[in-house]
């Protein structure tokens, strides 16, 4: 059901049925839509106004040997759900359903999509995609995104989002969820409920670190990524010498980019440097590398590493032998080693420079570096 554009009659016409039917569809539409809290109409599918049994705003569509219900017996949201049943075999399957009205798209706005959803069978294919269509709603060059498909499926009522970046030439989006796949010859039911499609805010909701040198893949529906990085720490100078000044801070840098999900990046995380060495330059994939501070001479502190990205700080030096021998500290990380009594402490991760020694003592090692994503 959509909206119905009404011409008020003139004074002393008629009342015609029509426009009460519209009257009375509109204020179904306008309820559908409010109990939502979505850009899509009747999610919860608690409108079937003409009583047909499927949803009103949507379009049934069946496979061989499916069927469809509206289930008042068991739901999550409201009084109903939309339940697909398959008998199972090859070809046979349940159906799926197509939202009717096209909802307004940006390529510059993400689409979030929210729904709950459970089978009775794991083993059953089920699907969630988006539609997308031009500003004459004819169909985009990209016509679907897929954000749910699987045969590995919850069998009890389990909450459920993805979002997805319209193509660059959609204006338009419509929504379709399909139950019971012919992908699959498992027989079974899946119900879907609380369907919603919203804007994506521009929040970041996860913070993930990464300690240690591995290949971290985009996940699912992800599609813009901050990465900020640290280089290691170089090490402070010492050992039984005379003298001793502290390493370098590793250099610090950020980038925020698009991603697409899937694509994998080469994660190094710099080490941080020994007794006189530097520390490792760290790097994900080709975006961002920040460098190691430099290692401490005997009264020369370490230069601190370069930082990488859009937002680049170097690493502070390393303190001369002169100068109370600290490590440098890396920006917006950790802080350098310093000598306490004779001995040299070792840098703070991430990125913190050892401290240098007097004579006799060990000096500090600089710390690791680190990754921090958040998306």
Known sequence: MAWTTITKPTQGAATKKS?????????????????TSALIANGSFEDDGDGDGTPDSWTLTLFTGGSFTLDSTDQRHG???AKFTSPGGASNGGGFLHSNDFFAVSPNRQVEVLW?????????????????????????????????????????????????TPPSDARYAKLRITGCHTASTTAGSTWFDNLQVRLRQTTIPVLEIISASTTWTVPAGVHRLRVRAWGAGGGGFGSGASNGAGGGGGGFGEVLT???????????????????????????????????????TSTTGGAGGAGGGSWSITGQNGGDYAHGSEGGASPNGGPGGRKAGAAGTNGIVPGGGGGGTDSGS??????????????
Do not use: H
């Open 79 to 81: 009084a109903k759900s």
């Open 258 to 296: 698009d991603v697409v999900p899937g694509t994998a990046y080469t994660v190094t995380i710099g080490a941080g440097g020994a007794i006189g060495a530097a520390g490792g330059d760290t790097s994900f994939g080709a975006l961002i590398t920040c460098n190691g501070g430099a290692a401490a």
């Open 116 to 164: 709950e959803l459970k089978a009775s069978a794991a083993g059953v294919s089920n699907r969630v995609e988006l539609y997308w269509y031009k500003a004459d709603q004819t169909a985009s060059a990209t016509p679907s995104t897929s954000l749910y498909n699987s045969t590995s499926n919850p069998t009890s009522w389990t909450a459920m989002a993805n979002f997805a």
């Open 362 to 375: 060990s000096a500090g090692t600089g710390a690791d570096g680190r990754i921090a994503l958040e998306y």
């Open 19 to 35: 426009l009460i039917d519209a009257i009375i569809d509109n204020l179904t539409y306008l309820f559908s839509q409010a109990s």
